[in-house]
């Protein structure tokens, strides 16, 4: 998972040998701000937001996007139907069958005159810029890189170095996703872009969530993205190559992506999403959204500068001040659980007063970041003592649609548990990057959307009791005689078992997680 690879890479970085690194950033290079674009009346995108937002003043419009296949058609109708411009945030944009899918049509826009922004973290492309430098030298292509490495060579060694030589600013990435056309509408949630996000991969596929969004707040996301994007931390990648690739080199790449692109597009997996799931910016009357008012909170991309204190500029006071006014229920669906004692403290406030706690994360067999998994076991007695409902997925769930939701998709591969997403009694709804663990809230920079829609929050509480059913979760417990955790599930025949280990992994798994117990490394995770 993507947080392992961080990981990895930092103890690679403060276990190799300090050498000196060699930077390959011109320093002179031109990085000229932008901001977004108005909307504007010609865009049919502004016209039916305009349109459907009318009677609805100072309230957003919201859709969930629960399905991974929608979820893709989702960003590809609205690079398709955008005529102005594309605004791209992402820490991960993989270039494989489906990243190349997204990547040709942004192409396709750029050629008819679009302006298309790309900013992604550093941390996945460093080192593999030949495809993301064709894309820049298209005229109406510009792609910066946060945070980034300063030496452009992805070798272990390479990266393990400059972790070495400066890792309290590489420790630090976005993780902020948001895709917004047109200015008038946008989407944000958990998902990366890859084959993995969009339930295209034969090996694990993460359930995810996302939001399309119209009105006020889609204007606050294009704010917040020319933050990010005009930020000192921000660089454009030619800033970092000597020489540039020929045009005739960049239009080769740029047309080994159309291919690639065309190939794909009559893969079964394309034929049946073209053929089951609709256009999610389809005109659909007003009736058809979530309507409430929202807010879009994001780090202040400062929070990446180890120089600067986080103070004022997370969005964690924030998320707080919203989670206070619980008065019956807090929802919590989170990959990476991992409350620390502070929110061990917090989460036993809620519950003196009375608010129902239930969380829905992964299970060791879900995830491969046993780190994570093994620092979370040690919070489980706590938690489950104080009267917090406890779920962690199966990497086999399947088959629920929990609302319509098609949540666990159709691919054949294992599941992991990706989404971000809080529902404040029945009323009151988040869905963003942020993960509940001390790197998100200390480290990293995040975003998300709180909207006040009892129809989004329904939604998401429909969503997870499909998915902590027994067919699709274990139930954590606490043996009341012997103070043990132990798990309940349930047989194919319908019969409840009960697990005194971590369900579906070997000895030898537990054992390895186990040693996570010590390194000092939770603040890292």
């Not at 320093?27 to 016209?47: E, G, H, K, N, V």
């Not at 098609?406 to 992991?416: D, M, Q």
Request: glycine share 8%.
């Amino acid at each position: 998972m993507a947080c392992k690879s961080l990981r990895h890479f930092a103890w690679l970085g403060l276990l190799s040998l300090v050498a000196c690194t060699h930077s390959d950033l011109r320093p002179d290079y031109p990085r000229i701000p932008s901001t977004m674009l108005p909307a504007a009346a010609d865009a049919p995108l502004a016209t039916y937001a305009t349109r459907i937002t009318i009677k609805h003043n100072s309230e957003s419009g919201v859709r969930l996007i629960s399905d991974a296949n929608e979820a893709l058609l989702a960003r590809i109708a609205l690079a398709d139907r955008a005529v102005h411009s594309l605004d791209l945030q992402y820490y991960t944009f993989h270039s494989d069958a489906t990243g190349e899918l997204l990547a040709n049509h942004l192409i396709a826009a750029a050629d008819r005159g679009v302006r298309v922004r790309l900013l992604l973290d550093d941390l996945h492309v460093a080192g593999n810029d030949e495809v993301l430098r064709a894309l820049d030298g298209h005229p109406h292509i510009e792609i910066r890189l946060f945070n980034p490495f300063l030496e452009r060579n992805s070798s272990i060694w390479s990266i393990g170095k400059q972790f070495a030589g400066d890792f309290s600013r590489l420790n630090r990435r976005m993780h902020n996703k948001a895709f917004v056309a047109d200015s008038s509408m946008a989407i944000v949630g958990g998902r990366n872009i890859g084959d993995e996000y969009f339930d295209a991969s034969g090996n694990v596929n993460f359930r995810d969530l996302d939001v399309l969004v119209v009105g006020p707040v889609v204007n606050e996301i294009g704010t917040a993205f020319d933050s990010y994007w005009n930020s000192q931390l921000s660089f454009p990648i030619g800033a970092f190559h000597h020489k540039a690739l020929s045009p005739a080199e960049a239009a080769s790449i740029r047309e080994d992506i159309r291919v690639n692109a065309r190939l794909f597009s009559q893969s079964n997996y394309a034929q049946n999403l073209v053929t089951r799931a609709g256009d999610l910016t389809h005109e659909v009357p007003a009736t058809d959204w979530a309507w409430g008012p929202a807010t879009y909170l994001a780090d202040d991309p400062e929070k990446a500068n180890p120089t600067t204190s986080n103070e004022g500029l997370n969005i964690v006071p924030a998320m707080r001040a919203w989670t206070d006014s619980a008065q019956h229920r807090l929802t919590l669906i989170n990959p990476y659980f991992l409350p620390g004692e502070r929110g061990v403290t917090y989460l036993q406030t809620l519950r003196d007063r009375g608010v129902e706690i239930h969380v829905l994360t992964n299970s060791l067999a879900s995830t491969d970041a046993g780190d994570v998994y093994n620092a979370y076991a040690s919070y489980r007695p706590p938690l489950l003592k104080m009267g917090v409902s406890l779920y962690e997925l199966k990497p086999d769930a399947s088959g629920g649609h929990g609302g319509g939701s098609h949540f666990f998709g159709s691919s054949s591969g294992s599941n992991s548990l990706h989404a971000k997403a809080i529902v404040v009694d029945d009323g009151h709804a988040f869905v963003g990057s942020m993960n509940l663990d001390p790197r998100s809230l200390d480290l990293n920079t995040e975003d998300g959307v709180i909207i006040e829609s009892p129809v989004l929050a329904q939604a998401l509480l429909a969503i997870f009791a499909d998915a902590t059913r027994p067919t699709h979760s274990y139930n954590v417990l606490l043996d009341a005689s012997t103070g043990r955790v132990y798990w309940e599930g349930q047989q194919s025949d319908g019969q409840a078992i009960r697990y005194d280990h971590a369900p579906e992994t070997t000895w030898w798994r537990r054992f390895k997680v186990g040693l996570g117990d010590l390194l000092p490394i939770e603040h890292l995770l």
